[in-house]
Every structure is written in structure tokens, then in C-alpha cells.
């Protein structure tokens, strides 16, 4: 854990190095520094565990080191879990105070989502809602903090980014939306021209979040005209790319 902060210094500037022009850290979805905030996950007694404040300590700590390893012109991001979704996890209130808390601190910009990968829980990628998932809460944010808010999850039309923009969000993030059409950014700027969003009939679970990434996939591979609506093939076709790619992660983890 002590050398934690140092291991995400030292990739920030490997970033910075090759040239990207900013790093996110990912605090939410279940990864490793959202775990540390949810206390159905982090049961620790000591200053890193129990009240928000000790569970967020190792996050903190993490972004001051990011700073002083890669300088003040260098955008560092951070993206939160406004709520796990899971009993017992990070709640909305806990949420705030980090917000709060970050506040104080170097970060350039909050990315707001939620969700969680566990099995059980809902992915924010796998949600069929009908507008901005965590809007609300990235109102409360709003009052918390003056850094740039970004929020994500949810957006499928133009009204609902702008009535955001509106309620006090600087950058609307997307990822769907952006997969259905990649020039969306650029077509919201000056038509009210929405994505056409397939509908699933009862998809299994992580079964949307595998059609969209073998849909990002296609696109990679210039053949997204080709029919790729069918849910079923397009599971398939992810779990058989799963049963070749990971035996070869499996060879190549270390002990
Ligand atoms: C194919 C796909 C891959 C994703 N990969 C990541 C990821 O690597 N890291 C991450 O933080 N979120 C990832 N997400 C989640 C999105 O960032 C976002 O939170 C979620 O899809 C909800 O936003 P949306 O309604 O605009 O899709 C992914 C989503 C999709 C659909």
C-alpha cells in the first residue's frame, strides 16, 4: 500500500512522457482506489479504513503524489462512483465528502459515474435507463465543488447534454452514444440529431456492454456497416474472443 502512490506517479508520468495530454484516475466502478471507499469492501481498522475520511485517505494521497510527479500544467482527472449500486457500499452522502475533500486538492477536473463490475451489481455500461443516470447527485456535487465537473452515463439525446450544461456540468462524458456514432460531439454542436439506440429483449448480464464492445471493435476494423444488431452472435462472438485472449493473459501474469 505505501508504494501505491509512487506506482500511480510513476505511470501518470510514462503517460505524460509518450505524450498523452492528460491521466484520469479511475476511482470508480469496483476498481482497486473504489474499493478502498466503499466499506462493504474495505474493512480495515486502521487509518485507512472505517469513516469516509480514512477510507479515502489512500485516493488522496494518490493524486498529491500524481501532482508532484507531473507538474501543475499537466490535467489530472479523477473518476468517482457517486453511489457502488450495491448494498452496503459507497453511499451518496460518503460521495459528497469526497467531493468536498477533493476539492481541496490539485485535481483538475471530477468525472461523476457509478456502477459497479461485480457480479450482481449493475454496470453503468449494461443500464437501459431513460436519461442521465447520476444527475442528481452531480447537482449536490455542484455545491461542493468549483473544479470542473464532468458527469457520465446515461445521455442519449442533445436536450438531455444541454439541460445538463445548464444545471451546472461543464463536459457531458459519453460512451454508447459515442460508440452508435462517433462524429456525435461534432453533429451536437450543431443539430439536434439523436443516436438510434438498439433495444435489447432481456439481455443477459454484461450482454449490452459486449455488444457495444464488439461494435467499438467493427469500427476499429471499418466494417461497422456490416449486420451486427443480432445480441446472441455478437455475445458469441465476445466470449469466443474471450476463450482465445485469456489464456494468453494467464501466460503472461507473474507471480
Ligand atoms: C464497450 C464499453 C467499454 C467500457 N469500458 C470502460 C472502461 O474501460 N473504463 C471505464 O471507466 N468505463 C468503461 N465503460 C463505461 C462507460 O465509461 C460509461 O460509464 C457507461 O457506459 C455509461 O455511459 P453511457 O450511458 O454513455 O454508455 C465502458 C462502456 C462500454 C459500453
Not at 510513476?10 to 498523452?20: C, D, P, V
Not at 461543464?170 to 462524429?183: K, S, T, W
Not at 471493435?217 to 443480432?230: K, V
Request: proline share 5%.
Amino acid at each position: 500500500m505505501r508504494t501505491l502512490p509512487a506506482e500511480f506517479a510513476r505511470t501518470a508520468r510514462l503517460a505524460k512522457e509518450l505524450g498523452f495530454g492528460g491521466v484520469q484516475v479511475h476511482a470508480a466502478h469496483g476498481f482497486l482506489l473504489s474499493q478502498f471507499l466503499s466499506p462493504l469492501f474495505n474493512k480495515r481498522d486502521d487509518a485507512y479504513g472505517g469513516p469516509i475520511e480514512n477510507r479515502m485517505r489512500l485516493l488522496l494521497e494518490v493524486v498529491e503524489e500524481i501532482r508532484s510527479e507531473v507538474g501543475t500544467r499537466f490535467p489530472v482527472a479523477l473518476k468517482l462512483n457517486s453511489t457502488d449500486q450495491l448494498e452496503g457500499g459507497l453511499g451518496e452522502e460518503d460521495a459528497l465528502s469526497v467531493i468536498a475533500a477533493l476539492d481541496g486538492t490539485s485535481i483538475d477536473l471530477i468525472d461523476i459515474s457509478g456502477g459497479t463490475y461485480f457480479p450482481g451489481a449493475r454496470a453503468a455500461s449494461d443500464s437501459d435507463g431513460s436519461g442521465p443516470y447520476f444527475l442528481k447527485f452531480a447537482e449536490a456535487a455542484r455545491e461542493m465543488t468549483g473544479k470542473p465537473l464532468m458527469l457520465t452515463g446515461g445521455f442519449k439525446t442533445r436536450d438531455q447534454a444541454i439541460d445538463a450544461l445548464n444545471r451546472g456540468i461543464d463536459i457531458v462524458g459519453l460512451a454508447r452514444a459515442l460508440v452508435l456514432d462517433p462524429a456525435l460531439p461534432k453533429v451536437w454542436k450543431s443539430e439536434a440529431v439523436d443516436p438510434h439506440f438498439p433495444r435489447f429483449q432481456n439481455p443477459p448480464d454484461g450482454g449490452v456492454t459486449a455488444w457495444y464492445t464488439m461494435r467499438l471493435l467493427d469500427i476499429g476494423h471499418d466494417r461497422e456497416g456490416e449486420n451486427t444488431w443480432d445480441l446472441r452472435a455478437q455475445v458469441q462472438a465476445y466470449e469466443a474472443r474471450d476463450r482465445v485472449r485469456v489464456p494468453v493473459w494467464n501466460a503472461n501474469t507473474w507471480e
